[in-house]
């Protein structure tokens, strides 16, 4: 993990302060923004390798810069906060952020959950690791991360697509909503399954009807799967 840079962007100095010095001392170099507005232009500018994003911030806030960032990169986002609401939540996740703590954290957790988003940026990135799906009127592809139906490319969030691509990877086979949090997101969502029931009921909402061959489907008391019909 050497070299990695990560933009680190809160109102709060001593916040900031204190994990600059635990990142630099793990290998990373840092960058710290204390607002909203300039987070956006700097990791333009930077192109950080990984975004550690707190909700509340001066001009645009957390969220805002979240969405501004997913118009053009898919660089990994950890969201900090003081707020723990379940809202708070699935709103971060729905706008494409990788994972999420909350005010007070330990640094160590920090350094762990950084460290596991970027193995799993890396894995997930490369030709060599290029992959693609196809069933009727569908494409789904991770290496550049779209989605097509019926020839046409649909705007999707990387977590629903990574979402739907898993699911399709392994048809007719049911993962409950815990097995999707672990293996999609990469970490153990403190319980809080209702993030998976919110991407699925999006991913249906683009591909109801499509065809008759396959379906999004729910299998109750356990989770979903991605059913095909010889």
Same mark, same amino acid.
């Given at each position: 993990m050497a070299n990695e840079k990560i933009m680190i962007v809160d109102d709060d100095v001593n916040i900031c302060e204190l994990l600059r010095l635990y990142l630099e001392k793990e %290998?990373? #170099? !840092?960058?710290i923004v204390n607002d909203g507005m300039s987070a956006v232009d700097t990791f333009k500018a930077e192109t950080p390798d990984l975004v550690?994003?707190?909700i509340m911030l001066p001009g645009l806030d957390g969220w805002q810069v979240c969405r501004e960032i997913r118009k053009f990169s898919d660089k990994p *986002? *950890?969201?900090? !906060?003081?707020? %723990?609401? !379940?809202f708070d939540k699935v709103l971060g996740l729905e706008l494409g952020a990788d994972d999420y703590v909350t005010k007070p954290f330990d640094t160590k957790e920090i350094v762990a959950r950084i460290k596991a988003v970027l =193995? =799993?940026?890396?894995g997930s990135a490369g030709p060599a690791n290029s992959k693609e799906v196809n069933f009727d009127k569908l494409s789904i592809n991770l290496e550049n991360y779209e989605m097509k139906v019926n020839g #046409?490319? #649909?705007d999707t969030p990387p977590k629903e697509l990574e979402l739907i691509f898993h699911l399709a990877s392994n048809p007719n086979r049911v993962f409950s909503r815990?097995?999707?949090l672990?293996? #999609?997101?990469g970490f153990d969502y403190y319980g809080d399954s209702r993030t998976v029931d919110v991407h699925v009921k999006r991913l249906r909402e683009k591909l109801e009807g499509v065809s008759d061959k396959w379906e999004l489907k729910t299998v109750w008391g356990v989770g979903y799967k991605f059913e095909t019909k010889d």
């Open positions: %290998g990373y #170099v !840092t960058k550690l994003l707190d *986002i *950890i969201m900090l !906060t003081a707020k %723990g609401e !379940t =193995r =799993r940026s890396a #046409v490319q #649909v815990d097995q999707l672990d293996e #999609v997101w």
